[in-house]
């Protein structure tokens, strides 16, 4: 089994800056893509930024430029980065990850963290 474990939500100002860790445990031979979601009350979850297994990114939109997406292959844990922050981006922020498996054979299967609150004051 997997875990996937959020850290480093909470209040902060507009325009102020906020630090995610996202560390997966368990029995993880590797990873593939790893991504982070956010979900607003009252609205869909929408994916935030992805990283692949090489470091290649990807962002919605609405972040580019303000967030960046990083990894630690060796501690299978990802980062988001949240410069500029502003009152829309309050949500909860879940961190998902593509496990790859090699038995029976080779298939890949996602988890999810439980989410982390982030929410910017104006």
């Known amino acids: 089994q997997v875990q996937l474990v959020e850290s480093g939500g909470g209040l902060v100002q507009a325009g102020g800056s906020l630090r995610l860790s996202c560390a997966a445990s368990g029995s993880i031979r590797s990873i593939s893509d790893m991504r982070w979601y956010r979900q607003a009350p009252g609205k869909q979850r929408e994916l935030v930024a992805v990283i692949t297994s090489q470091g290649s990114t990807g962002y919605a939109e609405s972040v580019k430029g303000r967030f960046t997406i990083s990894r630690d292959n060796a501690k299978n844990t990802v980062y988001l980065q949240m410069n500029s922050l502003k009152p829309e981006d309050t949500a909860v922020y879940y961190c998902?990850?593509?496990?790859?498996?090699?038995?029976?054979?080779?298939?890949?299967?996602?988890?999810w963290g439980q989410g982390t609150q982030v929410t910017v004051s104006s």
């Open positions: 998902n990850a593509d496990v790859i498996y090699t038995v029976p054979a080779i298939h890949i299967r996602d988890y």
